[in-house]
């Protein structure tokens, strides 16, 4: 079932999980998505490692199992900057035979450890060999504050409207801290003329490392009132984590208040995490 459709009928919360690393047992996620099953997120995308950190074999497979074992949707992400039309062939070919109908079509993060592939530039190229290769729901990545590659965040919408027009129909987004950055690039976005749904993707923060590691990776800015948190708590990772997890949820409540199309949350295999958020932010999901 292809996931664009979810958007005409309600406010869409869908979660994201991550395949295990190779030293941790692949029985690890599947604990995971047991423990997240009665959660009944709309979909759970899982992520694949471009730079070869976390087999991107499992990503097929693990969403394989989010549809048929746990009866919930699923989308597989598929950078493609270290692949080739021949290798990407043969993953849209096992995506169809897994019964998976929807694609994260990705560029993928640069690793200084691998020469990038020559065959797909940008996302919107492997979007467009997708739409040549069949029925797929495509959807993509948007920056709320910007691409850090881009120059400007207007020059990045730009690009945005070339890759949603060569397919895409819908867009997840970067993790952000502040929400008026979001309001400001959905009006960018709709001024451009994008009119896929877009959903806010929200990173929960549960220590201060996670959240320097994320921020030197995105790029995301983090805005006064929650770096006083990360000071205030800076010796105390408990009240830090709580504190955190309320900055989200207030996130989150903010955001469907404003009437946003979904809430993408990276839940970082964290069940405890996107449980307590969920059940938190559940009521105002109908508003
Ligand atoms: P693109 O859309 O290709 O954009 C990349 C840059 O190129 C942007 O700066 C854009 O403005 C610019 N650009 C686009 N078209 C043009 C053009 N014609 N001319 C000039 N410039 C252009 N990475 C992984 O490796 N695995 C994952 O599973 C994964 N999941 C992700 C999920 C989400 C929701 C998000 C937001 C990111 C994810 N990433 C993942 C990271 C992502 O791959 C990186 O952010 C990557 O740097 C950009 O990917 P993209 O698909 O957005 O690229």
Do not use: W
């Not at 692949?83 to 694609?103: H, P, W, Y």
């Not at 970082?268 to 109908?286: F, L, P, S, W």
Request: proline fraction near 6%; glycine fraction near 6%.
């Amino acid at each position: 079932m292809k996931v664009r459709s979810l958007f005409d009928e309600k406010r869409v919360i869908s979660f994201e999980v991550f395949p295990p690393k190779p030293t941790t047992p692949i029985t690890r996620i599947y604990e995971t998505l047991d423990a997240l099953e009665d959660l009944r997120p709309d979909f759970i995308s899982v992520t694949y490692g471009a730079g070869g950190s976390t087999p991107g074999a499992s990503t097929a497979e693990i969403c394989e199992t989010i549809q048929k074992k746990h009866g919930i949707h699923s989308i597989a992400h598929l950078p493609c900057i270290n692949e080739t039309k021949e290798s990407v062939l043969a993953k849209l070919t096992e995506f169809r035979a897994r019964g998976i109908d929807n694609i994260l079509a990705l560029r993928g993060d640069r690793n200084p450890d691998l020469e990038p592939k020559t065959d797909f530039k940008y996302a919107a190229d492997l979007v467009e060999f997708i739409c040549e290769y069949g029925d797929f729901d495509i959807c993509g990545a948007c920056y709320p504050e910007g691409h850090p590659e881009s120059e400007s965040l207007a020059e990045d919408v730009r690009h945005l409207k070339d890759k949603v027009d060569a397919g895409v129909s819908h867009l997840i987004s970067q993790l952000f801290f502040r929400n008026r950055d979001f309001y400001r690039f959905l009006e960018m976005a709709q001024a451009a003329g994008i009119q896929v749904p877009i959903e806010a993707g929200i990173m929960p923060i549960t220590n201060k490392k996670s959240i320097e590691r994320m921020v030197s990776l995105c790029g995301a800015s983090i805005p006064p009132r929650l770096a006083k948190l990360m000071a205030r708590y800076s010796d105390d990772p408990q009240s830090l984590k709580a504190a955190c997890l309320e900055y989200s949820i207030e996130q989150i409540i903010d955001l469907l208040e404003h009437g946003v199309s979904g809430i993408h949350i990276y839940t970082m295999n964290n069940d405890d995490v996107a449980r307590y958020i969920t059940e938190a932010v559940r009521d105002c999901v109908k508003i």
